[in-house]
């Protein structure tokens, strides 16, 4: 059960930090894309060894974490990377970015689908919640805009969903789980 928690409260820090690094790309489009390397290197690192932690954590269904020990592994090498070559992998954050979050998107659905198939009733608000990920991630792939400062206000929504989409994920299944494994203890 520690594992567990300390899972479910590393994905909430994490929705935070996607929160606030959301927020603060799109009110402040002039930070230096080095810091912004150096930054994302260290949060993907982190978010993979949450990952790893969730994956090997106990919980009732096996629905929120499944994925997470590949994920997790990619996400510190991947953070590795970011960190080592941060000069010549600048221009490629948006689209990275994009394709980390519709790849946790796309695996989400799945999940949603699994959760609908346990019989969690909040199926539905993870799958919603993915869709509007993965619409945001294709966004911040294909970067349509032109202009410099619409494409920090996709790459912000895009980690604003990612933050929307990790609650979801942990609130409706975590969450649900703990306290159906209570209420079977009892």
């Not at 567990?4 to 935070?16: D, P, T, V």
């Not at 606030?20 to 949060?43: F, N």
């Amino acid at each position: 059960m520690k594992k567990l928690k300390m899972a479910r409260a590393g994905y909430l820090l994490m929705s935070a930090v996607f929160y606030i690094s959301g927020a603060l790309y799109m009110i402040l489009p002039d930070v230096s894309p080095l810091g912004i390397c150096i930054t994302s290197g260290i949060v993907l690192i982190v978010y993979g060894i949450i990952k790893i932690i969730g994956y090997f954590s106990k919980d009732l269904y096996c629905l929120a974490f499944q994925y997470d020990l590949a994920c997790g592994l990619f996400l510190m090498v991947l953070g590795t990377i970011v960190l080592s070559c941060s000069q010549r992998v600048i221009p490629y954050l948006s689209p990275g970015l994009g394709a980390l979050v519709l790849l946790d998107s796309l695996l989400s659905i799945q999940m949603s689908k699994d959760a609908r198939q346990f019989g969690l009733e909040t199926w539905s608000v993870i799958l919603a919640a993915a869709v509007i990920a993965g619409v945001f991630s294709v966004l911040a792939i294909i970067s349509p805009f032109s202009a410099r400062l619409s494409k920090h206000i996709v790459a912000g929504g895009t980690l604003l969903a990612e933050g929307f989409k990790n609650q979801c994920v942990v609130h409706y299944t975590v969450s649900t789980m703990g306290t159906r494994f209570s209420e079977e203890a009892q």
